[in-house]
């Protein structure tokens, strides 16, 4: 039996530009309903700034169509230390867990607030 590794790998590169796209989708449109709700609590849980938040809120469907159609993530993880990790596998209850990565979250956006340079490195990953 033959396998075509070559066409395999394109319909599974397609596929999973497919899925990313759809990420992308749902991630721009919750974004932009966030920032519409409530700009100062859409900016702290997406980590973003003022004008971006701004772009999101003013974005028509069909430039939201348009950029989420990319083959690359337009959101990224921001659990990329360990004190974030330690909050989830501490095996707290769910409301404690929940608060504790609020507080950790606030002193990163706090942290990066104070230091500029930390600032255009966050708001370069969401």
């Keep these: 039996m033959e396998v075509d590794v070559e066409n395999c790998n394109v319909s599974a590169g397609g596929v999973i530009s497919k899925e990313i796209g759809e990420i992308n989708l749902a991630y721009m449109l919750l974004a ?3 920032v519409k709700r409530d700009r100062a609590e859409a900016m702290f849980r997406l980590g973003v700034g003022r004008e971006l938040a701004d772009l999101l809120m003013n974005m028509s ?3 939201i169509v ?4 990319s083959n ?3 959101c990224s993880f921001r659990l990329d230390d360990r004190p974030m990790f330690a909050v989830v596998g501490e095996g707290k209850e769910p409301a404690l867990q929940q608060a504790h990565m609020s507080i950790l979250m606030s002193a990163r956006q706090a942290q990066a607030q104070s230091q500029p340079h930390l600032r255009k490195a966050g708001s370069a990953s969401a």
């Design 61 to 63: 469907l069909s430039q």
């Design 72 to 74: 690359f993530l337009l």
């Design 66 to 69: 348009k950029l989420a159609a």
């Design 32 to 34: 932009q309903k966030l």
